[in-house]
């Protein structure tokens, strides 16, 4: 859950990987430091705290005027932030400097034999155990001693190490972490995010589990976990700097939330054609399936706990959803009737990841929904739905989120017409409501504005209640997510009904309940539920359709969503609580787009 650049070339290196650190900063961001070759060998600066601190210190320090080195912004996993602990790490003779991304999972194993063999650890962390292993391999050949290290890891990682001896070269391996090089004109890249290098080039390669680079500024070569030579397709992204600056916008959660509307039509409006849901080639048989079991982890389980209720009513055939952490572990009953979908917005969720593999030892079908293209998830997964929602730099989703749910919609769709269960009407008031949802989602934005008022009255309170029935819970759940990781106050969601059973023990006077009114068909057991807290003093702030006003007479606050039809309500009642929880934390002067002990991408366990 780490940050890693790389670069080789003419120009200076330390500018470049600064530049790209800052891009990867919402990876991790307790310090950062870059390693560059120079002619007095590797010379290394360390910070603790963002990048801004580390690029401050490279200005003060002489003789990084290297063309050829790494950098690295950290999340602890091994030891505390600190100036020692942060990557990079160098071997004890200073002749190699490692950057890292992922967890070594025997590392203890391996330092205490290291240290049997007299060599002297200067870090907590797990990293420094590869650094330290590789120089003692080391026998003249770089790659092949780098190849032999890697062979004795047990875990994750995306590493990349340069040498005194070899001035100009940057190798690279990776195992279940993200890594990809990019390509240049004389001069060439890796990085564990695209983000970091889309200034520089757009054509990138991705590397595989068990391949290692050897990365000059006059060209990339690529080998076979055997040391034998591998060709490779160059990627070319679509997307330009643009869309990963923060253009005008103070945070880029905020930039997400008002990108939703177009995040929504750029997911649906190539999937829908003559009226019929078609999806980029699935060759899919749905009625080899006897369930679906649905898998993912944070918002991404709460787009899934939505797709389960989706794909259950229009397909009628049974389906679960399980975080991926627990699914991996509790020995599931699968066959090859069984279909899994695994929902990533990274595509390197490491739970979701060992689910997958756990589904396709035991003959399921596994189809991925993912945004980034050649992730892992992508690759390992039998099928692949892409979300197209563009890049997503603030660590808390938004727009990944909500294309996880139309592309959820409209895979319920084209398989309930592929079972025979919708046709006709029913599906063309489908079709005609899932095209309507970008400006249902622009209509939500404009009705959001109340959420700043109601984020000054509540941002300082102790904690907060969700509460829904049928799908309004399952989108309670990430409402609550969004102002707990971001804002820091304290919510939960509970089922409504839920809370005659224990929960409403905990309402008092003065207490804000968020209470989710769209599923109309529930709307008066909702409203009795609202009754119960408000007789024990608690405020409600209600999200209901602009057609119900009789919830004018329940609640002390209303904010209005767009009526849509009754399956599509999550896409469109998720945008004010995102706004909301946006102000809150504005008016608590959290760090929105980097929140305390998060980060994007989770690829360790």
């Known amino acids: ?89 160098m071997s004890a003779d200073g002749r190699f400097a490692i950057v890292h991304n992922g967890i070594i999972e025997n590392y203890l194993e391996l330092k205490k034999d290291l240290e049997k063999k007299g060599v002297e650890f200067k870090s907590e962390t797990d990293t420094e155990v590869i650094v330290q292993l590789l120089a003692y391999y080391y026998d003249g050949d770089v790659r092949k001693s780098l190849m032999r290290t890697v062979a004795r890891l047990t875990g994750s990682y995306a590493v990349a190490v340069i040498c005194a001896d070899c001035p ?15 390509v240049g004109a004389g001069e060439n890249y890796f990085a564990s995010d695209i983000t970091a290098l889309i200034r520089h080039t757009k054509d990138v390669i991705d590397l595989d589990d068990g391949e290692t680079a050897e990365i000059s500024m006059d060209g990339v070569r690529i080998f076979n976990r055997y040391g034998r030579p591998v060709e490779k397709k160059l990627r070319h992204i679509l997307w330009d700097i643009a869309a990963a600056e923060k253009g005008g916008y103070p945070h880029f959660m905020l930039k997400e939330i008002m990108e939703q509307p177009q995040a929504i039509k750029a997911t649906i409006e190539p999937r829908i054609k003559n009226g019929r849901v078609e999806l980029d080639d699935l060759d899919i048989d749905m009625s080899a399936f006897d369930r679906v079991l649905i898998t ?29 952490s627990e699914f991996r572990y509790r020995n599931a009953v699968m066959s090859e009737k069984t279909l899994v979908i695994a929902i990533s ?146 919510s939960e969601a509970y089922a409504a009904g839920e809370l005659k059973h224990g929960t409403i023990a905990l309402i008092e006077p003065g207490r804000l309940v968020a209470a989710l009114c769209c599923c109309d068909r529930l709307y008066e057991k909702t409203a009795s539920n609202i009754q119960q807290v408000k007789a024990r003093g608690a405020k409600v702030l209600a999200l209901a359709p602009e057609s119900n006003r009789a919830i004018y007479g329940e609640a002390d606050y209303v904010i209005q969503v767009p009526d849509v039809h009754p399956l599509l309500f999550p896409a469109v009642e998720i945008i004010p609580m995102q ?5 809150v934390a504005l008016e608590n002067g959290c760090d929105i787009d980097k929140p305390k002990n998060l980060a994007k991408s989770v690829t360790v366990e």
């Not at 690759?379 to 730099?393: C, M, N, S």
């Not at 209509?443 to 509460?467: N, T, V």
């Not at 102002?483 to 820091?488: A, D, F, G, M, Q």
């Not at 706004?579 to 102000?583: D, E, H, K, S």
């Open 1 to 89: 859950m780490c940050g890693i650049i790389g670069y080789t070339g003419c120009d200076k290196a330390v500018p470049i990987l600064l530049e790209g650190l800052k891009n990867l900063e919402y990876r991790g961001y307790d310090s950062a430091g870059v390693a560059v070759q120079t002619a007095d060998g590797i010379r290394m600066i360390k910070a603790t705290g963002k990048v801004e601190n580390l690029a401050a210190k490279a200005e003060s320090t002489l003789g990084l005027y290297g063309v050829c080195g790494i950098g690295h912004t950290r999340w602890a996993t091994h030891g505390s932030p600190s100036d020692v602990n942060a990557h990079p790490h």
């Open 296 to 324: 993912a982890c944070g918002s991404a389980y709460h787009a899934g706990c939505v797709g389960r209720l989706v794909i259950e009513t229009l397909c009628r055939i049974p389906v679960e959803a399980e975080v991926a």
């Open 345 to 490: 917005q990274s595509g390197e969720t490491a739970d979701t990841i060992a689910a997958m593999r756990e589904a396709k030892k035991n003959g399921a079908t596994v189809l991925a929904i993912v945004n980034v293209v050649g992730s892992t998830i992508a690759k390992l997964a039998d099928h692949v739905i892409y979300t197209w929602a563009g890049p997503e730099i603030a660590v808390a989703t938004t727009k990944g989120y909500v294309t996880q749910l139309v592309v959820l919609d409209l895979f319920a769709v084209w398989a309930a017409e592929r079972l025979g269960r919708l046709g006709g009407e029913e599906y063309d008031g489908l079709i005609r409501s899932i095209k309507a949802l970008p400006s249902k989602a622009q209509r939500a934005l404009d009705l959001s504005g109340g959420a700043k008022e109601l984020a000054k009255i509540y941002h300082d309170r102790s904690s907060m209640f969700f509460i829904g029935r049928n799908l309004d819970y399952a989108v309670a759940m990430e409402g609550s997510l969004k102002l707990k990781e971001i804002s820091y106050l304290h």
């Open 168 to 182: 100009g070269v940057v190798y690279a391996a990776r195992m279940s972490s993200p890594l990809i090089v990019g």
């Open 579 to 583: 706004l909301f929880a946006y102000c």
